[in-house]
């Protein structure tokens, strides 16, 4: 049975730190008696509570003299409340950081708009020089993971809350992007995070073999590469992504991308006016199946 990204990240990183002495984790008031890594390297753990910023600035000291930080809470604080530190530290400085955030686009559901965060990638991808990565399933997960320590630099990782889901089925090239068949001559839906996978996933069962490329590298630099990639392969894209309209990945595709049909699926502009689970609110935000399925047909028909 897969585990949730968030559990996936925990034992992963656990794993690798018995082979890595360099790696140090810190999180933001998300430790825990039956935290992995808490309870094998006590003295590489550090849980700062509601100090999200001040987590990151530590991170940067750690990683000045020569660790790995970990650094890791809800996608929310990392980023919103974070966001100097991570301009400063991970984009100005280069700091070998690893901003790990679970809790993504509206997986707090009943937490309500202060544990949602619809504008990670917007502000993130501002920031030049961090490396993006937001992985769909446990072993896309690990994998993330162990790049994440075989690499030096700033990374961030975009998680969510509780899914588990089985790797993708389909061909992965040489940039990390995930195919999946279907005619090249129609739609091709482009997934972004875990939510806009499941999205697309549920859509394909619905309307037979639509072509799909999943990105799991959303930097500047890997969307050049996986726009050209794209665009060589289709005309029509739709952008699927649990995030808002600005400074989402359809929008940066939509520029790397001036002789094809860019569009997006998204959450919209609205703000969640109530509570339920992670689909209830995507749902009420137009983010459902049925709504891509009429966005998928709208643009079929416009190509017949």
């Not at 925990?10 to 008031?29: F, N, S, Y």
Request: contains cysteine; glycine residues 10%.
């Amino acid at each position: 049975m897969s585990l949730a990204g968030r559990v996936a990240y925990r034992e992963e990183l656990t794993r690798l730190a018995h082979q890595h002495p360099e790696i140090v984790c810190l999180e933001a008031d998300l430790g825990g008696a039956k935290h992995p890594f808490q309870e094998a390297f006590p003295d590489r753990f550090y849980n700062l509570g509601i100090a999200e910023a001040a987590a990151v600035d530590c991170a940067t000291a750690i990683a000045l003299n020569g660790y790995t930080p970990f650094f890791s809470t809800f996608a929310p604080f990392a980023v919103l409340r974070s966001a100097e530190s991570i301009k400063l530290s991970l984009a100005y400085m280069g700091a070998n950081i690893k901003v790990v955030a679970p809790y993504a686009g509206v997986a707090g559901g009943w937490f309500g708009t202060t544990h949602h965060c619809l504008e990670d990638f917007a502000v993130i991808r501002s920031f030049p020089g961090i490396r993006i990565l937001a992985p769909y399933g446990e072993e896309e997960t690990r994998e993330m993971v162990r790049l994440m320590v075989g690499t030096p630099g700033p990374f961030y990782m975009r998680l969510g809350r509780n899914g588990a889901y089985a790797s993708l089925d389909g061909e992965r090239d040489s940039h990390g992007i995930v195919w999946q068949g279907g005619s090249d001559q129609g739609v091709c839906l482009v997934s972004a995070g875990e939510m806009g996978t499941v999205a697309v996933l549920a859509a394909r069962e619905q309307r037979g073999d639509l072509a799909h490329a999943h990105l799991c590298m959303l930097d500047q630099p890997a969307l050049e590469i996986a726009a050209q990639a794209i665009a060589a392969r289709c005309h029509t894209v739709l952008v699927v992504e649990e995030h808002r309209p600005m400074g989402g990945i359809g929008s940066a595709l939509a520029l790397l991308m001036p002789d094809c049909r860019v569009h997006s699926f998204n959450c919209g502009e609205k703000w969640p006016n109530s509570g339920g689970s992670h689909e209830e609110v995507l749902e009420s935000l137009g983010f459902s199946t049925a709504a891509l399925l009429e966005k998928i047909d709208t643009l079929t028909a416009a190509m017949a």
